[in-house]
C-alpha cells in the first residue's frame, strides 16, 4: 500500500514530543542500560518506563512528551492552523484513506472527551516547533526518522484514545492549543 503520510517508527521503543529549545538536551540511549532498572535514569530508559500513550518526563530545563503503550509508526495530521492536529498511530489499517475522514466523526470527538480518554498538559518551547521523534535516538544526531511540528508557541492539551472500526484500528492523540506562552496575547 501507498503512503501518503511521513510515518515516523521506532526501534521498538517508545516516540517521544520534544521542543526544538530542549532537542539538543536528549540524549535517547546514550548511558543506558538497562530500561527497566529504576536505577538507570538515561534518557531512553526513563522514556521506556512510561507505559501509557501520553507521559511527561524532564529533560534539561524542560519536559519531553512520551508516547507510549503500543507499538506502531506515528504520523502528524495538521489542522492546517498551527494549533493542533492529530498525532495517529498505525496499528492495524487496510488503507491510510480511511484515517482522515476517522479523525473527524462524532464517534472521535465522544471517544477523546470521554472520562477514559488519557490527558496530558504541555508547553512548546518560545519557538513552537516540536520534533517527533524515536526516544532512543539523540536530539543533536538525529537521521532521517524523524519530522518537525509547527505549532505556535504555548500551552497545549494531549487526549489519547484507541479508535477502531472496519479496517482501522489506531491510537488517536489529539494536540490542542489552550493558551498562549505568558505575557503574549496571540
Given at each position: 500500500m501507498i503512503q501518503t503520510r511521513n510515518w515516523i517508527a521506532t526501534t521498538?521503543?517508545?516516540?517521544?514530543?520534544?521542543?526544538?529549545?530542549?532537542?539538543?538536551?536528549?540524549?535517547?540511549?546514550?548511558?543506558?542500560?538497562?530500561?527497566?532498572?529504576?536505577?538507570?535514569?538515561?534518557?531512553?530508559a526513563r522514556a521506556c518506563r512510561v507505559t501509557t500513550w501520553l507521559g511527561s518526563i524532564a529533560c534539561h530545563q524542560g519536559h519531553a512528551v512520551v508516547l507510549s503503550g503500543d507499538a506502531g509508526d506515528i504520523a502528524w495530521y495538521s489542522d492546517g492552523q498551527d494549533d493542533g492536529g492529530?498525532?495517529?498511530?498505525?496499528?492495524?489499517?487496510?488503507?491510510?484513506?480511511?484515517?482522515?475522514?476517522?479523525?473527524?466523526?462524532?464517534?472521535?470527538?465522544?471517544?477523546?472527551?470521554?472520562?477514559?480518554?488519557?490527558?496530558?498538559?504541555?508547553?512548546?518551547g518560545a519557538s513552537g516547533a516540536m520534533w517527533l521523534i524515536d526516544a532512543s535516538e539523540r536530539g543533536s544526531d538525529l537521521r532521517d526518522n524523524h519530522q518537525a511540528l509547527t505549532?505556535?508557541?504555548?500551552?497545549y492539551l494531549a487526549k489519547a484514545a484507541y479508535y477502531s472500526s472496519p479496517g482501522l484500528s489506531i491510537v488517536v492523540r489529539e494536540i490542542c492549543r489552550i493558551s498562549p506562552p505568558h505575557g503574549d496575547a496571540s
Open positions: 521498538g521503543g517508545p516516540h517521544l514530543l520534544i521542543a526544538d529549545e530542549q532537542l539538543s538536551h536528549w540524549q535517547g540511549i546514550e548511558r543506558s542500560r538497562d530500561h527497566r532498572d529504576p536505577a538507570d535514569q538515561s534518557d531512553y492529530f498525532l495517529v498511530q498505525w496499528l492495524g489499517v487496510d488503507d491510510e484513506r480511511l484515517i482522515e475522514p476517522a479523525l473527524r466523526t462524532p464517534q472521535m470527538r465522544d471517544l477523546l472527551e470521554s472520562s477514559g480518554a488519557e490527558r496530558l498538559e504541555f508547553e512548546t505549532l505556535r508557541p504555548g500551552s
